[in-house]
């Protein structure tokens, strides 16, 4: 007799989400690297420091091997309050406005899911990172965007009464670009005639150097309705590690900790251990390395005008948004020819919004000038193609190994 067959069927909620299309592209150059191919990787969403392996023997095992508190380590929430007062100017009550979790990408959706009911918008200013409009999907809202050539002042235009939460990341990633304090003011004002919350991602603050970062938790001292994120992963090189924080009002801390009693239980024990007693001797190691980044940023910056590559403008964090310029055909097929063909990925721009399809994301954080100079080179020579034959790209994915993305 034969087995009947399962029919797994899946959440309707799924059709409408793709896979994360950066995350798709790096693991090709992961694939890649293990069939030992030569890849420039201008798609990886970090910065490479050199930072020493502190003592992990030094740690309380009775605390490192088993659960913490919900909300986070208290001794790692304090460190974190005190880094926002010292460099933010941001006073932080430890106790209750703050809780950590494994990565500001849980906290982003867990907030989401605390705030937002089904049917409610979250509008989203563009370029904006890709997750953004999946999270708010995930929990039953309807996403919408500001294009991102409109300034955010015009957010009135964009808001309706449905309006429940507007996401920003500053600085931005892809673009760079830093949010000035009456911008984020404007938003945080509009956002509050009809109730509702700002939630500003910081995860690249620290890449803001030769200017006042100011922070939304500096802004909005009450944190009534304004929800700052950020995580240790981009300011301290320490991507893998998933540590992340929301800094908000009480009552938000109070929502969002039930959600990750439920989803996470707390964020690892031992990783929180090693950043509350090492967190200042980490600081003076990376923070040195910030600025050499965003120093590399403007010597390439000087590379893409010398190329004659326009891109938007920013100053911060280490990416730029370059424009493909006629290229005909997709910017997702930009970079998988650039990629199959040249060893070279980057991140296409559809993946950051409708209105900047016409781009793509490089990162700076992980290969030296001398390469990224050499990569610049190859995606200026593809932007000036012609024409493009899409079936003989696909060939060439099949033959290197590379499967499609899964849309």
């Known amino acids: 007799m034969e087995k009947p067959k399962h029919p797994q069927r899946f959440a309707k909620r799924m059709e409408a989400i793709p896979e994360a299309l950066s995350i798709y592209i790096n693991q090709i150059v992961y694939d890649q690297r293990r069939m030992k191919r030569d890849v420039v990787a201008l798609s990886l969403g970090e910065a490479f420091f050199d930072i020493p392996l502190m003592d992990f023997g030094k740690l309380d095992p009775e605390q490192a091997f088993h659960y913490s508190d919900s909300r986070g380590l208290p001794e790692l929430r304090t460190k974190i309050a005190q880094y926002y007062l010292n460099h933010y100017g941001a006073a932080v009550d430890p106790e209750s406005e703050i809780l950590i979790s494994a990565g500001s990408k ?46 955010v002042e015009d957010l009135s235009s964009y808001i309706t009464d449905k309006t429940r939460l507007v996401v920003i990341n500053n600085p931005n990633n892809p673009a760079g670009r830093v949010y000035s304090p009456d911008e984020l003011q404007a938003v945080y004002d509009q956002a509050a005639k009809v109730g509702a919350f700002l939630m500003v991602d910081e995860a690249y603050s620290d890449f803001v150097v030769d200017e006042r970062f100011v922070s939304l938790a500096d802004l909005i001292p009450d944190k009534t309705g304004a929800l700052t994120v950020n995580s240790l992963s981009k300011n301290m090189g320490m991507s893998g590690w998933r540590i992340g924080y929301v800094i908000a009002h009480p009552d938000v801390i109070s929502q969002v900790l039930k959600v990750n009693q439920h989803v996470i239980t707390c964020a690892p024990s031992v990783l929180q251990l090693y950043l509350a007693t090492y967190f200042d001797q980490i600081i003076a190691v990376t923070l040195p390395q910030v600025r050499d980044v965003v120093e590399k940023r403007m010597r390439v910056a000087a590379m893409l005008d010398n190329l004659g590559l326009e891109c938007l403008s920013g100053s911060a964090t280490f990416y730029f948004f370059v424009s493909i310029g006629d290229f005909p055909s997709s910017s997702l097929n930009f970079a998988l020819e650039l990629l199959v063909s040249e060893g070279i990925a980057v991140v296409p721009g559809s993946a950051y919004g409708k209105s900047t399809e016409r781009y793509i994301r490089i990162s700076i954080g992980t290969e030296s000038e001398e390469r990224i100079y050499k990569a610049l080179q190859r995606i200026r020579d593809l932007t000036g193609v012609k024409s493009f034959d899409v079936h003989a790209l696909q060939e060439r994915m099949k033959a290197a190994g590379v499967r499609p993305w899964m849309a």
């Open 106 to 151: 849980p906290i982003i959706f867990m907030c989401m899911a605390a705030l937002v009911d089904p049917g409610d918008e979250v509008l989203i200013h563009e370029p904006a990172w890709l997750s953004y409009q999946e999270h708010a999907q995930l929990v039953g809202a309807v996403p919408k965007f500001i294009p991102f050539d409109q300034p």
